[in-house]
């Protein structure tokens, strides 16, 4: 902890002087002044930055804060390094736009940064009206893209000004860490902050289950019946928007109802975008294989990231889509080529099909439900920061050119999760994993030629889970490949439990794997795990 002091601290105290007082300073405000301070940092990952941060604040607070007080201020503290974050980026953007990447890179990073703000906001207030699970999932993704801000100005960091507003955004997660380890240690010990411990994961046996809830692990999703069609897109009708697009740019802002856009049969060649403020939208096609949006954006094109390559690109809540294809086809040489991505919290994807070959599906932040879906790919095919839950969906591992004679590498999902806090995860439940027919030819020709794992960790806290599912051969007896060195082998969580096929035979697994104890099993139920059964539409 010494280290951030000296390390981290002392070049934030010269960026943003104005801002918060500096470390030496703050710590003149003792902490033992507020034994209920000191309690509640015993939950966080960094104390000391817990403690210096929260006893500036203490001031602020009424004589006996409740633990609700407590933890706002800690996002209070984040908040006011965020905006601060925010504009050190918009700075940067103004003295090093060099070229075309970089200003790519500086534009993404200050979008991001405020959904960041949004969802932080959302879970303070989600936590005064007793919402718990709502504001961990919305701090999580406020997390999640500060740290996406951070990878992505990364690449670019060739100079000074770049350098510290990396450093700055370091120190903003360990705030927003320290805020969302909080909300854990209150949602599983209460109020009492004597009972507060930092933030455990299943790698130390800790499951988060609901006893007592005994759903069932898959969910009775269906389409929600009768409803309206608000605007059709097709090919050939007059009286038919043209592009996806269009319909998208008609629907109203922050509507609190669906709108219902209906894509006839046809291909319908562009990138669509569903914004930030477009909620409840409604895709509804004619079939996977009949209406198909297609793109081939990939990261091999100037001012293109992973982020922007997407075909459709998805950030209003709610977002619902049926009975359609999305597609990449930039190739398996173009390397990130994203088909369909979202940010849609409460989002619904039913009987949809995604293809592309690396990263396919961008399942980049919050809570998302997939079922009766075909998605294909071959590396990091499925990826991303969220809470998502795969049900009875079809996993396809698909040929990767060049060389595919002499074999190849792929994993099916790099689930990216910094924080043994953040409330995210993938979970296949009844699924199978397979690969194409076209595929399997190449693998039955040499199958020792030919690896398959059912995930790798994109980063150190990721957590993928398999359930029930139907493992074809193609998978490697090791399930799991490391992603760089050992790093993230002892905290990740990747599990599988009573799952069939050869790839499902689990005595050559990596012993950084893990078997799901059955009385824990209910942890990854659609209800437990996302909250679906407050937002998924059911049939009795
Ligand atoms: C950014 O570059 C500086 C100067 O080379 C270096 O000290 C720093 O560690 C880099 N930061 C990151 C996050 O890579
Ligand atoms: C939608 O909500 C945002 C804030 O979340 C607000 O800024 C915007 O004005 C709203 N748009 C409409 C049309 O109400
Ligand atoms: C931007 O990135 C593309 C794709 O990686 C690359 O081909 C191009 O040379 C880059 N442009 C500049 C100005 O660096
Ligand atoms: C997996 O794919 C192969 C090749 O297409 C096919 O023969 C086999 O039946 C598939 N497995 C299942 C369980 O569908
Ligand atoms: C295990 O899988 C079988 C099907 O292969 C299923 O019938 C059974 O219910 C599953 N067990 C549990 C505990 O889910």
Redesign the pocket.
Known sequence: MAIININIIFPICLISFAIVSCADEISHVSVSQSPVIRQACQSTRFLQVCESSLAQRYLHLPPNPTTVQIIKSAISVSKEYLKKGKSLVLNVGRSVTVNVNHTAVIHLCSEILLYSEYRMESASEALTQGKIKDARAWMSASLAYQKGSWGALRHINDTEPVAQVLSFLDFLTLLSSNALSMMVAYDNYGENTALWVPPKTERDGFYEDRPGRNSE?RYKARFPKKLKVDVTVCKHNLKCYKTVQEAVDAAPENSTRRFVIRIRGGVYAETVRVGFRKKNVVFWGQGMGKTIITGSLNVHQPGINTFTSATVGVLGDGFMARDLTIENTAGSEAHQAVAFRSDSDFSVILNCEFLGNQDTLYANSLRQFYKNCRIQGNVDFIFGHSASVFQDCEILIAPRQPNLERGDNNAITAHGRTDPAQSLGFVFLNCLINGTEEYMRYYNKNPQAHRNYLGRPWKEYSRTVF??CEIEKLISPEGWMPWSGDVGLNTVFYAE??N?GVGSDLSKRVPWSTRIP?QY?HTYSVENFIQGDQWIPRSR
């Open positions: 692990l359930i029930n439990f009573n069939t059955p099993l």
